[in-house]
Structures are given as C-alpha cells and as structure tokens.
C-alpha cells in the first residue's frame, strides 16, 4: 500500500477541464492528484527558417512551472536570464513525442505550439504536461479541420505518456513527489494508441536497476497509458474521432 | 452605454477564490471579466542583502504573463533571455503599492515575495493584479500572525487599484481590452483603505488631456477603489480583522 | 525656505546650451541646478519593424547615467549586461512623453533617437531629460524642415516636465537630490505648451496623499511648467517657430 | 551488413590513450570509428554551495564540441552566450550517469568535474564521452587514493555507454552518423560492470517502436557495454584494481 | 601638409578643464581637437576578490563612447547585453598603462575606478583617455594624500599616450578620425615621464610596415608624449608635486 | 641558460601535424613545447553582412582554451555566458594578423574561420595560433585553388608569429608560462615572410622598458620568426607554392 492508499498499479484522479482560455485555438487545464498544469495550443501560419519552403509543419513545446508551483519558491527562468537544463530537456520532450504522432506534411506550413505551465506540483508533471498537451494538440487541429484547412487528417494516433519507479524494490506507477523522491529509479514512458513505444527515460542515479525490474516497469506503464488514452478518447468525443483515419 | 453594456462608472464582475495553491501562505485566483490572475504569496525567511541587519522585512512582487494569455502568442521572457521594461514597470509598481501598507520593520527580517501571473488578459491587469496580491499578501500575513510572528500587526491598511480612462470625450472606469485601445488617455490608481492616494499614473500618448478629465478619472476611481476594498473586506472577513490594528 | 535658499515654487537655475555635439542633428546640454544632462536627437532614414511601410516614423529615447553621475560610483548596465528597471521605466516615458507632441505621419518613414546622458545627477534626471531632448528633437526637426523634409510641420506642440513633491506637509517643486530623498510623495509632470497634461505619475510609498495634496502638487507643477516651455522658446527662437502650425 | 561492413552487433574499432593532458589529475583521449573524444578529470578540494558541510563529495560532467567537430561548422556557444538545450541535455546524462557508481560520501569534501571536448564527431558522441570520462575519472581517482585521501574506494563498479538503434527492422549497435540520421529508433544504454541499468534513454521521434524491438536493442547493449567494460579493466591496469572494493 | 593644416609631427589642441564632476574624488574634461572624454576618478575603500588580504590596492579603468560621439549613431553596449571586442581591450590598456605607474602597496586596500566616457570621437580615443585619465587619477591620490592615507605617494611617474601612424608613406602623430581611416598603419604608445615604453601597439592591418617605418613612429611619439606630460604638469602644479618622489 | 635548458635566442621544439580533422578544409595541430593548439579551417560560400554585395571575401579567428588547457580548470566561456576581454583580444589579433596577407578581392564572397582551440597551454598560445592557424588556412586556400576557385592566388605571403620577452635584464624568445609569469616585459610580433611587421604588442605593466630593449626584442622576434616561417614552408611543401604569386 502507498502513502495516498493507492495499489502499485493505480493512477491518481486525472481531471480534464477543456477550453479554459478563451483565446488559444486549444486548451486544456489537466489535473493529476495534485498536480495541475495549464496547456494551450496556438496555431501560427508560419515556420520556423529551417522549414521553410518546404511544406511541411511544426510542433513545438515550451514548459515551464510558476514560481510558487513547488513547497518552496524558485526563481523565474527570466529572472535567471536562461532556462534551465532541466526545462530544456522536458520541453524538447514533450515537441519530440507530440511531432510523433503529427503528420508535419498533411499540418501544411503551420506552427503549433503547446504551452504547458505548470500551477502547482507534485510529481509526473513533464508526463501530464504530455498528456494533456496532446488533447490541446487535438482540439487545435480538430478546430482548424473545421476551416477545410487539410487534405489529410495530420493526427496519427492518439499519445499519453505516465512515470514508473522502483519503490522499496516495488515497481509502482504514477509516483507523486513524495514517492518520486525516495524511489531509486524513475522512468518516464510515452506510448501512442496503437501500444508502440515513443520515448523510455530511465534513470537509476541513486541505485542502478535490473533487467527484471525494467520489464515490469514497462508493462505497469503500458496499462497505465491505456487508461490515460481511453479518457482522451472519452475527454475529446467527436473533436477525436478522425484521429488515425489520414495516416499513410 | 459601453460595448459590454455597462454604465461608465460600472466595474466588470470582479471573482475572488481563495487558496487556489496548496503551498504558498497565501494564494488568490481574481478575475476581473475575463481577465484572471493567479496570486500567491510566498514567505521566506531573509531579506535582501541591502537590508541586511536592519531589522525590517521587505515585501517585492513578480509579475508575468501566461504566453497565450492574449489573442495572439508572445514569446516567453525566459527564452527573451530578460524580462521586458513592461513588465518591469508593472512589477515595481505592484511592489511599490503594496510596500505603502506594510510597516516593514513590525513584518521583521523576512520577505514576502507575490507572484502575479496573468492566466488571461482582458485590460487591467496590472490593477487586478495589486487588488488580488493584497489579499495574498494579507492571507500570509494572517497566517503569519497565527504563529505569534508579530508584535504590531503589519499591515496597516487594505489597498486595491483601478483603471480609468477617457473614451470618445466619456471618463470611464476598469476598461477590458478592446476600451483600452481605443482609450486616448489611460491611468491607474492605487488607493488605500482610508482613501489617501498611493500611485497616480495617467498617460496620454494618443492625446493629451485636461485637469478637468483628470478630476473626473480621479472621482470614477476612488468610488470604483472603495467598492474593490469592500469586496476584499468581505472576502477576507476574519483575516482581515487586525488590519489597520497595528499602526504606529 | 528649502535648504538651497529656494521658495517652495522656485524652479533651480536651469540654462540650455545648444549644439554642444557636432555630429548630432540636434543636441543641447540641459543643466537644473547641478543636474546636467546631455541630450543629442539622432535622425535614420528607417523605421523600427513593426511600422514598416505605414508612412509613419517614430521617436523613441534611451537614457543612461554615466558610472559617477551620483554620489557613489554605480555599475554600469553595460558591465551588468542589461538595463536595470529604472533606466527602462524612464526611458519609455521619455519616448512616449515626446510622441505625444509630435505627428509621426507627417514625421514620415524615418526616426528620431534622443540619447539623454545624464553627466551629472542631483535630483529630477528624468524631467529634465524630457525637458531637454524636447529642445533637441525641436532642433533635429528643424533641420530636417530645411531640407523640405516634410508637407506637414511634425512637432504639434511645446513639451516640458519637473517634479513635486511633498516635503513635511508641504508641496514644492523641483525637488533636489537631498530634497528628493526625504520627500514623502514623488511626482512627476509632463505639460504641453497649451497646458494638457501627458504624464502624471505621483508615488506615495513611504506615506501615501491625498487629494488635496495632489491637487496642490498639480497646481505647482503646471506653474513650473509654463516657464520652462518659454524657457524653450526662448532658446529655440526661430527654430521653433513653425511648431504647432501643421497641426491637423 | 552495414556500410562500413560491420554486422549489426559489432563495435567500431574503440582505441583510448591515457594521458594527453599533462596538467589534469585524469585524462583520456578516447576513439570510437571517427568519434574523437578529449575527457579531463579535474579535482578541486570544494564542494557545490547545495552540498556544503554534508561530508559528501561531488562528480559533475560538462560536454563541448569544437566549432569543426561536424561536417559544417558550428557557432560556438560562447558565442552564442548560452548552452544549447542538447549541451546541457547532455552533460546532465554524463554527470548523472558516473555518480551512480560513486560514492559520494566516500569521495570526501571534493568535487571531480569531468570535461568532454568532441575534437571530431561521428556519432555516438554522448555515449563515447561517458565510457571516456569514466576512465578519467577512474585516474583521477586512484591519484588521489595514493595520497592516502579515502578510507573507503569512492568507485564502486566499472560503468560504460553505447547506443542502438533501429534501422530498415534490424536492430543494429554503435551507430555512425550516416547511420543515426536514417534511424527510426535512437537509443542510449549506460550500464555497471555488474550489469545493471543506469540509463535507459531510447526515442521513437520518426516511428514509434514496439517492445520486441526495444527488447532486441537492450540485448545488444548489454553485450556490447560488457565489452568495452573489459576495455577499461584493460587499459586501467593496476588503476582499476580497487574498484568495487569500496562499496558499502 | 595634413588635411587640418598641422605638420606631421604636430599635435592637436589639447585642453584639460580640471572638476568637472563635483562627485568624484578625481575628474577632468580633456580635448584633443574634436575628440573630448570626460575622465572621473572614482576612489573606493576595498578590493576586487582576487586581491582581498593582500595589504594592495587596485587601479582599473571602463570606457565607453556614448552612442551620438560619432558621425553616425552607435548602439549602446547597454542594450546589446555585452561589452564589444574593442571596449575590452581599450579598457584592459588604461587600465594596465596606469598601473605601470602606481606603487599598488603604497595605494593600500582601496580601489580607485577611471571612468573614459567619450563625449565625442575624432580619432585617438583610447590615447586621450590614458592621458586625460592620469590627471584625474592624480588629482584623486593628491586628494587622498591630504587625508594622510599613504605612507609612501603611490604614484611612482607621470603618464601619457599618443597615436602614430603612417600615411602615403609619411609618419605622422596624432591622427584624427579622418586620417586614421586612411592610413595604413595605427600605433598606439604609452611612455612615462622618464621617458620609457609601457605600451606599444602597431598594426598594419592594411599593409604592414617595415623596421624603419617602425623606429620613426616610436621617435614621432617619444617627442610628443614628453609635451603632453609638460601639459599634465602645468595643469597639475601643486598637485603634482610628489609625483615619483615615493618610488622604492 | 633559461630554466629549460635554452639559450636565450633558442625557440622551443615546434611541432606540426597536418590534417587531424577529417571534416575541416584545412587542419593542423601545432606544438611548441607543451602548448598545443588545434587549427581548422571552415569555409563558407557567404560573407558577414557589412560586406554583402561588395565581391570581397573575409577571413575571421576564434580563440578558445579548454578548460583544463591550464594547470588549474577555468570555467568555459559558454558556461559564463560570454567571452572574457582576454579571448577577443586574441581572437581579433588573429583575424587581423591573417587578412593582412589575403587579398580580400582575389579570395570572392567566401568566408574562412579559423578556430583555434588551444588543448594545452605552457605560454605563447597567442602567437603559436596565428602560426598554426597560417598554415591551416593556407591549406584550405590550396583545396579551394584546386576547384579554380581564383583568378589570381589569395594569399600573399607567408605570416608567423613569436612572443619575446624581458627576464633579469635579459631579452629572450619564445617565453613558456613559468617565464612569462617572471617576465617584466611580455611582447608579441607578427612578421610576413617579406621581414615585415604586421603586429607589434609591447606590454610592460610590471615595469616600463627602453628602447634600447625594445630594438633587442624586435631583433630576436625578427629571427625566430624567420625560423618559424621556414619550417612553415617545409610543412606546407607544394601546398605553399603559389603563395605570393598573385600579389597584385
């Protein structure tokens, strides 16, 4: 048993708020026990210089956590001046595993970029930023098919993505902060709706890990993303129903 | 008649929800019409190295905006690399208002530090955010004073903020987006609780502007201040009890 | 009496001397007492992005205190690496004070650049600076006059600027260093030659005023204000003669 | 086969010289095919602020390529005045990868910092810095442990790194540049000599890969790490002998 | 005959106006034909790190050039973020170049700062600043030295600096702007009274220069750098009377 | 007899490997004692902005140590966020020192950049980058020569470079870090292959020097660098024939 009373196998409570801002072409306020991040989807005609001219689209990601997110506060990036090793590798994260399932030919020469700002904090946010991001992602792309914008649907597949760790030699799923700071391991899997791999993050820096524990590691995660995928099914309704239906 | 169809003097709706962050002392979600802004307030224990050893604390304010808080994306402050003279401007500001009601030597050696991030803009939000960082900030202070950190309360007044502008010849009060610009004049006030002045910012770029307008935009503020200092009075109810208790 | 023998309505002696700088379209050296500033206007031939191709021009400001303008040494921001708070707050009203007075359609596709340095600093740098650049932006655009630059006269009006504030119950203008640090409310005024106002910016931090005070603050500003617009008339003689006559 | 006529489980040729930097306490020069790698092991008698009086000492990682290390050159990120997100992605993985087999309260109040300079890059540059640096810092190490400076070995295991990958279904190990660019799976494994995971980092960006393969792609890790494990035994000699004789 | 009527071997006007600044504890306007820098001495009672416990002081100096100095307007280093390439190294020469002449230990634990701000630019910057910024170090040490803070006068020689070149094959001193673009070589010397080199600086850029070339440029300066430190004096007088007197 | 055995005319023993970078145009790495320095080449068919459209070529440097090039680590530049006034002094040194023999015209609207990464250091990294980074570049004008790339041959001459020095009233050549260190003075010359000078950088901070020093000094780099030069065309072989020949 964990602390929260939850099996191994068990999620948090996920919440799925749509459209919480007014303005981006999508967005979504997601919600894990109690972490809580805001993601919104802006779409812009136009891409980045090293894709010009060639008609093809981007996905982009940007993630960053408020300052009082966390039990203490931390100093803003742009007060810093830079971002943070720690933030670059999420964000260049969450752009990788979205263009994953994004046909960047059938987006045309569009930009869309997923903000995920994190509220408030308590492990898995770089995970349900994914997660959520996804379902702005959709609802940015189901609004601009509504304009006739595509030939062919440019969503391949639907995305989620969970933590795993190794607790006390248990394999859990979905560990909150406190949880993730006493596991020795902690992984980080991303999984499209067809059960294909996109990204396994593992580290053992306190204890390195077996073969074994990364075998069961990765089927509790593969459960988990299933669940996570069935309520961005349920979450999205029709805004989801072409996903998969333009893939090559 | 205003395109929202409000009467000039009327304020927006005004939204307050109490301790939207489970971390910080003190936290507020306010909104404005659609403009929304998290506040938390966040106490440490240290002052800044210029008031070392003097016995007083110090009270400072962040303030940012959500990259699609707007119509259109702006990029973030973090990837600039440095904070924009807008938003350093709005940051002193906050700061500035709020350090007018806090005796900082009652307060003793440490900071409070509130963090204003813009959700969503609708005009006002530098105002919105003062108005909604001093209930935090009152919060914390409350809090505070539930561990007997206090000999004299601190905070030596309540304190809100309003804009005013002038439209079509017409003082109006809590412009929103679309009225700010088309407004040739455009001033914020920052009032306290017993009616004295603490910021006065009137600017007219498009179109300078009389000392009778200016009486007028004085008047519509200080009624829209004193209806805001009620609002926060009725939000706050107990933990507002002791302010103004501790003055010199 | 103040400390310098001065009448609570008593400007500083303020001269003006022209063409100190031999490259520059127009530049005037600006002293208020032992507050000097050098001001130059520097004229390009294109406009910043965001106007391209309006048919409008622009003007802007930059200000910067040189390291031993004050009392004690300060950093440069160019050693720091990027401007502090204070330089950019001032540097925007700078600008946008002398936008109000100037036509930038009929300025046409160019910009004007006014540089105030201030050489030596005791007290209203910012007004005087606002003071100042107005003359040499008046020199600039009348040179550019000479070469038929322009259908239509840009400059719409006369500019200047000081400071009140209010010092044990008392309001004075134009406020020296030693003034300036005891004062319990700072402001600072920008009149027109026909007597509107473009900015009012008053602080109360360290005591917030009240409406008399600020009316009385107004009062004296406006005064001040009329001699040094005749100040500037003087000094400019014919080279401001064609000011406010292409006034649409 | 592939086309520098390896098989899909072959290592490139791997060559390492000790010692080219007559100044630091460890070095390497390490060779992998064309990939060419300068590691340094520097010591220093202090600690990182965050670990100040906790008895416990500190290995660190920073990762560099020269301007010329690719085919076309590269701004320098001194130049650029920041790390890019891939520099710092890095050389968090390389720093995170050789504590897990330090010990870091063994290693006393000192800091080894381990630097990775890419003098030619084709491929496999963060994997071949990791099985580099380990060498270093095993030098750096066993200089120290003549000055009598451990009680306790401070390297409790060998640990080395190799990437695989898919490419056109075969699974493949050690991949060169031409190679990493056309495949659909990039996978970076860090492993101990006792043969557990430190690192598990594997990216479907371009398709999407199925368990079979991932499972394929950790078999031919685990071979080839365990050979290039044998390679530092070999090359460290009598420098290696206490490692692991530490451990708790 | 140069272009402004001087012969080759003769200098520009230069005039030295002594306090200009009324803060510094040292400062000086000096002009070199067009060319004027404003020169403050800048006197504070402690140390860079480096030098902390050493019972030695410190001499540095910073130039800039404010940004309307020259024909066209220059963006200020300010708003770039960084200093430039030519900056530095100006600033490394005084600073340097005056050390050459300083007893460090005599001057004690205290730092003075030479601040070279560049009204405006007609050739020869650098080298008037090294020779406008000895004055205003001397009479800043003169300063201290009435508040009996040395034992020995730490200023061990005077100090000065010009610029040679070589036009249409003619040796020539003290170029203006105008010339200095067209030659094809620019040396930079700095000597003390007695008559011996601290800094020689010769770049041929354009065309190098042969041995002869180089032993009439150092004669050219020799000669007038011995009538510039004749200037120093005359303007010193009494204030320079100790100057040497301390050396060891 | 210096602390290395030399005389006091004697260089240390230079080393020069052609061609360690397999991608660059032209490479070399070049030893003079223990300093090491590695040199490439990069062409580029593009010139820098202020030279667009004008059929001229540009030759550029950048200087760079790794950080444990020295007896204790630096911390690198792109970690501080910017280069150190040392590194663009030397860097700008380098550029200009080769573009005094390249015929800008002859070499068209190319780029080549010459990176200097100093792997080790033991004094004279400087001067021994310039006479590494001549040869690289002339390699890379060779390889360019033979796709007929020119009408008439770049480069117009052979250019090294020595440091000279004084220790105990002694000029000597060629100084290695210990003799820098006790050198009172520490100058730098580059000569072309015709005797000619192109830099001169004397320095004498800790104490001033003759003239007569100063001929020794010139006389002694003027032979080293004769030396220099030879072994350079001794390395370059029938890659250095042309050079000179297209000398307008």
């Not at 891409?47 to 966390?70: C, D, H, I, N």
Request: glycine share 10%; proline share 3%.
């Amino acid at each position: 048993m964990r602390s929260d009373g939850r099996q191994f196998r068990d999620l948090r409570a996920f919440a799925v708020t749509l459209h919480p801002n007014k303005y981006a072409e999508g967005s979504v306020l997601i919600e894990a026990g109690n972490t809580k991040v805001l993601c919104t989807a802006s779409v812009e005609e136009r891409v980045p210089p090293f894709l010009k001219g060639q008609g093809k689209g981007w996905v982009t990601a940007e993630y960053s956590m408020l300052p009082r997110a966390t039990h203490t506060r931390n100093q803003r990036e742009a007060v810093k001046g830079k971002l943070t090793g720690r933030t670059m590798e999420i964000q260049r994260l969450i752009g990788r595993a979205l263009r994953s399932v994004v046909n960047l030919h059938a987006l045309g020469e569009r930009t869309i970029t997923l903000d995920c700002d994190v509220l408030q904090a308590d492990g898995g946010t770089r995970t349900t930023s994914i997660t959520g991001a996804y379902i702005a992602l959709a609802l940015a792309i189901h609004k601009l098919a509504g304009t006739n914008a595509f030939d062919k649907y440019p969503l391949t597949d639907f995305l989620a993505s969970i933590s795993v760790g190794v607790i006390q030699e248990q394999p859990v799923v979905d560990l909150n902060y406190e949880e993730d700071s006493k596991a020795k391991v902690d992984m980080n899997v991303v999984m499209t709706g067809a059960g294909a791999f996109v990204e396994v993050q593992g580290t053992g820096e306190e204890a390195p890990f077996t073969r074994t524990e990364l075998d069961e590691m990765l089927s509790l995660a593969e459960e988990a993303i299933q669940k996570l995928i069935q309520l961005q099914k349920d979450t999205l309704g029709a805004a989801g129903e072409r996903i998969g239906r333009g893939k090559a």
